[in-house]
């Protein structure tokens, strides 16, 4: 998960920060994910770590419909 997770924190360096928190707001919301508490210590981590669980699962289970 963490080679994941810094794809992702990767990806976020190359769009720039605020562009990147719009994008990682709409995955979460197509998710179905409800919306972190940014000012919650550690809510980037497991904002992005969620949206890697459900990449994830779309990849093992692609028929899934989110």
Not at 58 to 65: L, Q, S
């Amino acid at each position: 998960m963490d080679e994941l997770v810094d794809r992702i924190r990767h990806a976020a360096d190359q769009t720039g920060e605020a562009h990147f928190l719009e994008l990682l707001r709409w995955h979460r919301v197509v998710a179905g994910l409800g919306e972190p508490d940014w000012g919650a210590r550690g809510a980037y981590r497991i904002a992005t770590a969620h949206v890697g669980v459900i990449a994830l699962e779309m990849i093992v289970v692609p028929h899934r419909v989110v």
